[in-house]
């Protein structure tokens, strides 16, 4: 898809940190904690919540009454007079939300999208499904995180199967994919100089933990649960599968977190913008697909198909994220797109602060926006994999209202 005039205000966005699963946030329902952000993030920005038309929610984790979806999250908000779609499509969750609010404003041009995402992979449900046809009529069950991490059901692999089969194919070592994972973290401490500058651009911080909803437990000031990473640390891990080549050291972890982002029209955007001079235009959205079993290489056809909607070579483009959670991800798109490995990520990426699912994608989108903001405007471009061979991009503009 291509469009023409959805924008997002300045500002009009926000991400809480990420914690490693089984950190400070395993204790909180991942959507009221998702709603209890968004009405300090809009206080904080001074905008209402009867400013949009509709709610677009992106989970892909199930928890207590996410049946009720998006219309509960705008309840829980202070938007009662709403509704809207909850989206679940893995880790392309946050770019399918962020590309159908861009649809529906472009199509509806006096609208204004509240996106939300949210997921806790922590503490997740443990699955009982009936079948009488079973000895004793035992029920079918599911580890809803664990169980999918570990087996496509369409092909019978586990995730980590599909950077190995990228790895062999494309003759990626160890010892590349070890470079490549200094090379992020080192990125990502960019982003922690000047007492974490570049997060506090975005984050909303510090958030207290209550569980109970009355003694707090934690503050989480800032991601949880990022490991040290050294070359000589890297180099006493093994392969996680026999003949293998991804240690635990070249791949991300699950999280717990959520964000959220405002898709509107130009006009509404300089109305609800932080700094209403500065204009970012969604130029494109698009999804791509690869064979079975090859996960990493899913971020080259939706990035290209992305590109050639806008009208671009990936030249043109200033700043790239990508979500990773191989090392093996980034080292195959650097080599198919032509790209040095350096030139992306800048300040972090999941593969240091993790893999919360729904959030992943809009955070890093975030994160773009904030870069192309500091080198001055330019076209920047998001891709990230997902479970089933997939990936969604989105190709976003920063530059001067017009």
Known sequence: ????????????????????????????????????VTQRALAERHIPPAA???????????????????????????????????FSQACATSARVIGSAAFEVETAPAAAVLCLTADR???????????????????DTEDWVWDNFNCDPAIHLAMI?????????EEITTEEQHEVMLMRYAQYQ?????????HRRYMVTPVEVRPSGKRIVATVKDDEG??????EGLARLKPVLPAGTVTFGAQTYPADGNAGMIVTSHDRAAELSRAPQIAIQI?????????????????????????????LTVAEVKAIKTHNPFAVNDIYFARTMGVRKEAMNNYGSSLIWGHPQGPTGMRLMIELIEELVLRGGGYGLFTGCAAGDTAAAIVVKVGDQG
């Open 121 to 139: 992979t922590s503490n997740a449900p443990h699955l009982s499904y009936p079948n009488p046809h079973n000895p004793g009529a035992r029920p």
């Open 226 to 231: 990022v490991f040290p990473t050294t070359a």
């Open 1 to 36: 898809m291509q469009f023409q005039n959805v924008f997002i205000p300045y500002g009009g966005y926000w991400s809480t940190p990420f914690v490693k699963w089984q950190g400070s946030f395993a204790g909180l329902h991942p959507l009221t904690f998702a709603a209890e």
């Open 283 to 311: 130029v494109s959205f698009a999804q791509g697909r690869v064979k079975p079993g090859f996960m990493p290489e899913a971020n080259v056809p939706a990035a290209q198909r992305a590109l050639e909607l806008a009208g």
């Open 161 to 169: 199967e599909t950077a190995e089969n990228v790895a062999r194919e």
């Open 52 to 86: 949009f038309e509709a709610l677009y929610l992106g989970t892909t984790v199930p928890s207590p009454h996410a049946f009720y979806g998006a219309p509960w999250v705008a309840a829980l908000i202070g938007a009662a007079g709403i509704t809207g779609p909850t």
């Open 190 to 198: 960019a982003a922690l100089t000047d007492e974490a500058a570049f």
